[in-house]
């Protein structure tokens, strides 16, 4: 990686522009500068997470995610650098498998409420999501690998299905919403 940061207050930015790994300076309203906010607003709000209660091994997922989101934020910053690997996102793929097994199907969708644990890793997931848009306008603008914009859908799946993990936790239950075509099953089914 490039220099590393010795003081935080550089006033470089002060003109609209920011540096990237490379030694490069653009604009902060480009979109390699952009898709990197996001992932790092990813990042912080999995630490936000963190501060929950939740389950030992998804506590150790999770702080490995901001480990491997961080270097998903350094390849950004570094257009044609490769830091993030193959195993991060069969480590996403592996614990998505395992969770969803631990899951009854959905019979409808659910809203993102519930537990304050729950409710963040929607946040997270939402986030993600943005992230992933940004890393895929990105790519549409410049060459990259597919691996960024890969980790990112995963994971924001990943997310979405720890949230039910962590509303089933200690005996909860999600919050499904409330939809029409469910009514009309229950009224059918009394009458």
Known sequence: MGNRLTQIA??????GTTGLGDNTRVS???GRPHAMGDVDELNSH????????MPQDVRELLIDV??????????????????????????LDNALARYN?????????ILPAGT?????????RTVARRAERAVVALQQA????????????????????????LNRMDGGSEVYWKSERLARQADDATE
Request: charged letters at 20%; hydrophobic letters at 40%.
């Open 101 to 109: 097994a631990q899951l009854p199907r959905l019979q409808e969708f």
């Open 142 to 165: 410049e060459a990259m690998r597919a691996a960024p914009r890969q980790y990112l859908n995963r994971l924001s799946d990943l997310l979405f299905v720890l949230s039910r993990v």
């Open 46 to 53: 999995i630490g936000l997470l963190l501060c929950e209660p």
């Open 28 to 30: 902060k309203a480009s």
């Open 116 to 124: 304050r644990a729950a409710c963040q890793a929607h946040v997270c």
């Open 66 to 91: 901001q480990h491997q989101l961080f270097n998903l934020g350094g390849e950004l910053c570094m257009p044609g650098y490769e830091l993030l690997k193959d195993d991060a996102l069969l480590q």
């Open 10 to 15: 550089t006033r470089t930015g002060d003109d």
